[in-house]
Every structure is written in C-alpha cells, then in structure tokens.
C-alpha cells in the first residue's frame, strides 16, 4: 500500500491512495512549483505505522513568497529531531509506501 498526503500552508490536509509512483508532473501540480526534496525527510506515521517515505516541497516557495507550512515544518523536525534550522513554505507533499515504492521516485 502506497499513497500521499499533501500538507497545505493553510493548515489543512488531504490524504490519497496510490497505485504507481507521482511523476514529476503530477508533483509539480501539487506543490504549485518546481519540485524539491526535503531533506533528511524519510519516514512518516500512517494510521499509527511508520513508513518510508520522501517528502517534496516547492523549489522557490521562499522566493515566491508562500506562507510558512507550520504544520509540515513541525513534523520535518519531529522526523529528523530538529537537527536542521530551516520551515518550509507553501503546500508540501509526503509520498509514502513501501522500499522498493520510494525508491521509484
């Protein structure tokens, strides 16, 4: 089982099933830019079981000027234990499944 979660800067949410990998197209869409990986990102908590993932955010949202994704910036340090000093801006999206399913993107 595979899926996202994409985390708005609003505070809101929205989770979806996944049965092939997001290209780079549909990723874009999602975070409304060029994509980036978040870094030292690599697992989440779904329905109380942790699993892998990778986790994209907008390339120039700082640029741009997108809001401050509260939400996404508390979990990336409660994922990585706060060893960075950085938030992230703008809509964020957690893809997450299995090993091999991450490896793909």
């Known amino acids: 089982m ?7 800067a ?21 975070v409304g830019g060029y ?3 978040v870094p030292h990102w690599n697992h989440v908590t779904v329905d109380g079981k942790v699993q892998r993932c990778a986790v994209f955010c ?3 949202g700082k640029v741009n000027g997108r ?5 996404a910036t508390g979990l990336w340090y409660s994922a990585i234990n706060g060893i960075v000093e950085d938030y ?9 499944g299995n090993k091999a399913f991450i490896s793909r993107l």
């Open 2 to 8: 595979a899926g996202l979660i994409i985390i708005k």
């Open 10 to 30: 609003d505070g809101t949410s929205e989770r979806r099933p996944l049965e092939t990998v997001p290209d780079h197209v549909m990723l874009h869409d999602l």
């Open 35 to 37: 994509i980036e990986l």
């Open 58 to 60: 907008d390339e120039n």
């Open 67 to 71: 809001p401050i994704n509260k939400i």
């Open 88 to 96: 992230l801006v703008g809509d964020i999206v957690i893809v997450w």
